[in-house]
């Protein structure tokens, strides 16, 4: 599946299509992904990351806010997108779509009507007629069930026939703008039918009320447009609706040919039920964002669970080893996995590994193969051994194309390793005599997962006390800063040499990784130090 942002508006620019390889940066800056030119941009004003089939949209702390839907979202947090939403980002509007086959998917849309004619009739509401009898207690009503709207297109059909009835006018629609000369309808009926309206729709009596003020065509003005003319329109209103400070849509209803004229007091009545439709919008709009971060803080908060429940501890000692070992989690629920299981002979197993993919189902998958894993070291005692008899119960199952990247060494109190690096090559050797870090060279063995098949055979190499094997993840190394830099092999080697504990050297790691990825984490970042300790 692939999304593209659609510039609403700008029907000369074409959709960007949003790759799912790396983050798209918005902002005001020349080598931002998506340009924003305007004051009301800031620099690095937000950035779109897609993860599977999740699109999540995070404002980069931005002066002046990103809007999803018209209602302002938090700065610095991730927020879950769908189809159709739209993004403001200062004087900027963006829909996400669905891409189909060369083909960006669109809403329909109803051509705004040209009718310069009648401009200069049509005049803002000056003021508002208080509410009195039958239609106060319309409103009253109305508002009762407008609280128990749960989608906005209930809240919109909900207002239009109240608006109907208490009105006079014959058609009304709830509209939102999405172009100069395009709208959208949410919802339409006739009041004598009940049936969708087809009506049309008056750019100068929209344009009136995107000011922010309810624009009325009176009975008496005479219609020269041939637009509405041809329709027999004798009165029209247009009001908008606020989600704040913005302007979510418009409330708009005719009234043409033979049908009654229109109370002209009924203004008032429909401008307050503009208002309180547009505080139900907002509450609406409101609510479903926060399900859809408290959907995605669920699964972090699971995977997370699952984590902490077969980890070990984060600093320890086991045997004649001391390691220290962070693992922070990313924006999207993925799977980093760490263990260190004593073997009951002298020896000790380390292990970290990655799972592809994101989600419950990869977070399951890493728990999976962790406790797998810990079972066969345990009854083997033999790396190699004991991937192939995980590689085998993983490749048995139906994953989806998922696959784990897998380090694991078993360490001798000689300072003797015995390892086997299953597609992770992640990890580096720090020797306390010459003070430079070694790279390693994966040794070619393909992730655990890919072939059932797949034989693995370990390697062997010698540490020294004092000596330190860092270990990470692709989550490390691969985050970028907001200029779109990695993080990358240097920035840990720059770190190697300050750090008087295991313990201290990761935390350090960690912590610049964070300050490097502005405070969020694309992935799941794990790094892990293991010295062998003096006088074995």
Not at 49 to 66: A, F, N, Q, Y
Not at 197 to 212: H, P, Q, W
Not at 379 to 389: G, H, I, N, R, V
Not at 468 to 476: A, I, K, N, P
Request: overall charge negative; proline content about 5%; glycine content about 10%.
């Amino acid at each position: 599946m692939q999304w593209a942002l659609e510039f609403i508006g700008d029907m000369d620019r074409p959709p960007f299509v949003l790759r799912s390889d790396r983050p798209v940066s918005i902002g005001r800056a020349a080598d931002s992904d998506i340009v924003l030119l305007a004051e009301t941009v800031s620099r690095r004003h937000a950035g779109i990351t897609v993860r599977g089939d999740t699109v999540l949209l995070t404002d980069l702390g931005s002066t002046h806010g990103t809007h999803v839907n018209s209602l302002r979202i938090p700065p610095n947090q991730a927020t879950p997108l769908t189809v159709g939403d739209l993004m403001q980002i200062g004087p900027f509007l963006l829909r996400l779509t669905e891409k189909h086959a060369g083909s960006i998917a669109r809403p329909s849309t109803v051509a705004l009507r040209d009718d310069t004619t009648i401009a200069g009739h049509v005049q803002p509401l000056a003021a508002i007629s208080p509410h009195v009898g039958r239609r106060l207690r319309a409103l009253t009503e109305c508002l009762g069930k407008l609280d128990a709207a749960a989608t906005t297109q209930e809240a919109a059909l909900i207002a239009i026939n109240y608006a109907l009835d208490g009105s006079g006018y014959a058609h009304a629609a709830i509209l939102r703008r999405i172009a100069e000369s395009e709208v959208v309808v949410i919802a339409s009926r006739q009041r004598d039918s009940g049936a969708a309206s087809n009506i049309g729709f008056s750019r100068s009596l929209i344009a009136t009320a995107e000011k922010g003020k309810t624009a009325v065509l009176a009975p008496q003005t005479r219609v020269t447009s041939h637009s509405l003319a041809g329709m027999n329109v004798h009165s029209a209103l247009c009001a908008p609706i606020h989600i704040g400070d913005a302007i979510a849509g418009f409330l708009y209803l005719d009234a043409r040919e033979q049908e009654a004229p229109v109370d002209p007091d009924v203004a008032g009545f429909c401008e307050a039920l503009a208002t309180a439709l547009g505080l139900t919008f907002a509450n609406i709009v409101r609510a479903d964002l926060e399900r859809r971060q408290q959907s995605l803080a669920a699964e972090l908060t699971a995977a997370h669970e699952a984590q902490q429940f077969i980890l070990p501890e984060s600093d320890g000692q086991s045997e004649f080893l001391t390691y220290g070992m962070r693992m922070r989690p990313g924006a999207f629920v993925a799977g980093d996995l760490f263990d260190v299981v004593p073997l009951g002979d002298g020896r000790v197993a380390v292990a970290i590994g990655d799972v592809a993919g994101h989600g419950i189902g990869s977070a399951m998958l890493m728990a999976s193969t962790q406790a797998f894993l810990n079972a066969q070291l345990l009854a083997t005692q033999d790396p190699a051994a004991a991937l192939s008899a995980v590689n085998a119960y993983v490749a048995s199952k139906s994953l989806g194309g998922r696959f784990v990247s897998l380090w694991v060494g078993v360490f001798s109190p000689d300072g003797s390793i015995e390892y086997v690096d299953a597609g992770h090559g992640h990890w580096l050797l720090l020797e306390t005599a010459g003070g430079v870090p070694q790279e390693t060279v994966p040794a070619g063995a393909i992730p655990i997962g890919v072939s059932p098949a797949a034989s693995f055979r370990s390697s062997r190499m010698t540490i020294r006390p004092g000596d330190r094997l860092v270990l990470y993840t692709d989550g490390v190394t691969e985050q970028k800063d907001n200029s779109g830099r990695r993080f990358g092999v240097e920035g840990i080697r720059s770190l190697l040499g300050t750090a008087d504990s295991p313990a201290s050297l990761v935390q350090q790691i960690i912590d610049a990784v964070v300050r490097h990825g502005g405070g969020t984490l694309e992935d799941d970042a794990t790094v892990a130090c293991i010295q062998l300790l003096p006088g074995q």
